[in-house]
C-alpha cells in the first residue's frame, strides 16, 4: 500500500485536526496531573474518534483495524498518554466483537457508544504479564453463575472504567485450555480498584489494580465456550497490536519533527546543528524509522482486515514500531542537549511516553519468539 484512499485520507485528515486542536496544546497539562482526560474523550465522542471498530448497528463506525492505526499514529503524535486512554475501548470490546453473541453485543456495545462509558481490558496479572497462560485469577461454575476471584494489575483505563473484559481460569489443571473470557460490570458485588499507579510516562492512560473477590458473573456473561479464552486472546493480539504500533510511531514521527525544527534553528559553530554529519545522519535515521515502521504497521492491520494471517507481521510491526519510538524520541533528547533533558522541551516527555511501547501488548523480545516461532510454522 503506497497511497491512501480518499475516504482514508479524510479520516487521517480528521484525527490530525482533531490532534492539534484538542490534544497537542493539552499534553502537557495531563502529563503533569496525571487527570484522566475525560473533555477530550467526549468531545473524541462527538467527532466519531472514540469507539472506532464498534459495528455501525450499535453506534460505533465500524473501523477497519488499518483505519484504528491510521487514527492512532495520528493522536499519538500529540500524546500517546491521550491518546491510549481515547482509544482503549477499541482493546477491550474485541472479546466481544470476536466471541459475543448477538445479545452480548447488542446489550454492551450499545452503552459504551449511546452512555460514553469507558471499557478495560483485564489480563495481566501481578505474576502473569508476557506469560499469558499463567494467569490465575479463577472462575468457578456456581449453577448459572461464576464465582470471580483473582486480581489484575496494570490495567489501563480502570480507575474510570464501567465494565470490564476479564480472563480467568475455569480449570486450573487445563493450562491455555483451561482460560475463559468474561464481561463484568464494576458496580457488581466485589468489584474494586486500587488508586491509579504512578508510573514512568503515558500519564493521562491511569492505569490501577482490579480486585475481583466473589464475584457472581452471571453464564451468560461468559464470552465463547469454556476454554475459549486463550485462543480470543491470540486473536485479539492480531487486532491490537497494528494500532498500537502505528502509535508508537506516531511518538517516533514527533520525535523527528521536533529534533528536525531544533537542529534547523540550534546554531553551533557558526551554523545550525543540523549541518553537522553527526547530528544529520541522525536525523536520517530517525526519518528511515518512521517511514519503515508505518509500513510494517499498516500492512499487518491490512493483512487482518482481509481475512489474511498476520501473526508474524504483526509481532515484526510491534517489535520494530517500538524500538523505533525509544531509539527516536532518545536521539531527540540528543540533538536538544541539556535542554532535552529539560521538562520545559517536549522530548522529555516523548522519551517518557516511549519506552512502554517496547513493554506492553507483548514486550520486544516476547515478539521475537513469536517471529521466531512463525518462521518455523
Keep these: 500500500m503506497y497511497e491512501l484512499s480518499d475516504d482514508l485520507r479524510m479520516l487521517r485528515d480528521l484525527a490530525r485536526e482533531f490532534t492539534a486542536k484538542e490534544i497537542t496544546p493539552r499534553a502537557a497539562e495531563y502529563d503533569e496531573s496525571g487527570e484522566w482526560p475525560w473533555e477530550i474523550f467526549h468531545k473524541a465522542r462527538e467527532v466519531g474518534l472514540v469507539n472506532l471498530n464498534i459495528p455501525e448497528e450499535y453506534g460505533g463506525l465500524g473501523a477497519t483495524v488499518l483505519e484504528e492505526s491510521i487514527v492512532a499514529e495520528e493522536m499519538a503524535y500529540g500524546c500517546s498518554g491521550i491518546q491510549t486512554a481515547l482509544m482503549l475501548n477499541q482493546l477491550a470490546v474485541l472479546p466481544i466483537l470476536l466471541a459475543g453473541t448477538p445479545e452480548q453485543k447488542a446489550r454492551y456495545l450499545s452503552r459504551l457508544t449511546e452512555e460514553g462509558l469507558v471499557a478495560a481490558y483485564c489480563m495481566t496479572e501481578p505474576d502473569a504479564g508476557s506469560d499469558v497462560a499463567g494467569i490465575k485469577a479463577t472462575a468457578t461454575r456456581r449453577g448459572d453463575r461464576y464465582l470471580l476471584n483473582g486480581t489484575k494489575t496494570w490495567i489501563t483505563d480502570g480507575p474510570v472504567a464501567s465494565l470490564f473484559t476479564v480472563f480467568a481460569k475455569t480449570d486450573p489443571e487445563a493450562g491455555r485450555r483451561g482460560m475463559s473470557c468474561f464481561i463484568v460490570e464494576?458496580?457488581?458485588?466485589?468489584?474494586?480498584?486500587?488508586?491509579?499507579?504512578?508510573?514512568?510516562?503515558?500519564?493521562?492512560?491511569?492505569?490501577c489494580q482490579v480486585f475481583f473477590e466473589e464475584v457472581e458473573v452471571p453464564v451468560e456473561n461468559r464470552l465463547g465456550k469454556e476454554g475459549d479464552g486463550f485462543l480470543i486472546a491470540m486473536k485479539v493480539f492480531d487486532r491490537s497490536r497494528p494500532p498500537v504500533a502505528a502509535a508508537a510511531i506516531g511518538v517516533a514521527r514527533r520525535a523527528l519533527d521536533e529534533a528536525v525544527r531544533y537542529a534547523g534553528e540550534r546554531h553551533a559553530f557558526g551554523q545550525p546543528i543540523a549541518h553537522f554529519q553527526g547530528v544529520g545522519f541522525m536525523l536520517a535515521d530517525m526519518a528511515i524509522r518512521v517511514e519503515a515502521g508505518r509500513h510494517l504497521a499498516y500492512k499487518s492491520a491490512w493483512l487482518v482486515d482481509n481475512g489474511q494471517r498476520n501473526t508474524m507481521v504483526a509481532a515484526m510491526a510491534k517489535a520494530f514500531c517500538a524500538d523505533a519510538a525509544?531509539?527516536?524520541?532518545?536521539?531527540?533528547?540528543?540533538?536538544?542537549?541539556?535542554?532535552?533533558?529539560?521538562?520545559?522541551?517536549?522530548?522529555?516527555?516523548?522519551?517518557?511516553?516511549?519506552?512502554?511501547?517496547?513493554?506492553y501488548e507483548g514486550t520486544t523480545q516476547i515478539q521475537k519468539r513469536i517471529i521466531q516461532r512463525e518462521l518455523y510454522r
Excluded at 524520541?329 to 516527555?349: C, L, M, W
Design 326 to 359: 525509544m531509539q527516536n524520541a532518545t536521539d531527540a533528547v540528543q540533538i536538544f542537549g541539556g535542554n532535552g533533558y529539560s521538562r520545559e522541551y517536549p522530548v522529555e516527555k516523548l522519551m517518557r511516553d516511549a519506552k512502554i511501547y517496547q513493554i
Design 186 to 207: 464494576r458496580d457488581w458485588p466485589g468489584v474494586s480498584t486500587s488508586k491509579p499507579l504512578e508510573k514512568m510516562g503515558q500519564h493521562a492512560a491511569q492505569a
